[in-house]
């Protein structure tokens, strides 16, 4: 089974930056992709970014490009998110995920991963 623990949400100013990290166990990740998903009170679950782990490749959200940077630690099976230039409209609760068979035109579909995090907040505001 696995499971993905996120950590590092909270609150922070317009223009701020914030780091999540994502942990995940009970399986190996070679074959995998993990990413970040996040979801604002009544609206969809929307993509942010993910990485295919046997290759390293990385997926952005266009809402996030050049703000947000995805990073691995292969040897942990850890994912991070470093957010940068915050806005408001990037407050939502995030969530880690894992897809187990992941390809590439599914990779920003949240119908496609099977696991999930409990996910954590981050409030934009000032």
């Known amino acids: 089974q696995v499971q993905l623990v996120e950590s590092g949400g909270g609150s922070v100013q317009p223009g701020g930056s914030l780091r999540l990290s994502c942990v995940g166990s009970g399986r190996s990740f070679a074959n995998y992709a993990m990413g970040w998903f996040r979801q604002a009170p009544g609206r969809e679950r929307e993509f942010v970014a993910a990485?295919?782990?046997?290759?390293?490749?990385?997926y952005y959200g266009d809402s996030v490009k050049g703000r947000f940077t995805l990073s691995r630690d292969k040897a942990k099976n850890t994912i991070d998110l470093q957010m940068n230039s915050l806005q408001s409209e990037d407050t939502a609760v995030y969530y880690c995920?894992?897809?187990?068979?992941?390809?590439?035109?599914?990779?920003?579909?949240?119908?496609?991963?099977?696991?999930w995090g409990q996910g954590t907040q981050v409030t934009v505001s000032s």
């Open positions: 990485i295919r782990w046997y290759n390293g490749r990385i």
């Open positions: 995920a894992a897809d187990t068979a992941p390809i590439q035109s599914t990779m920003s579909d949240h119908r496609a991963y099977e696991y």
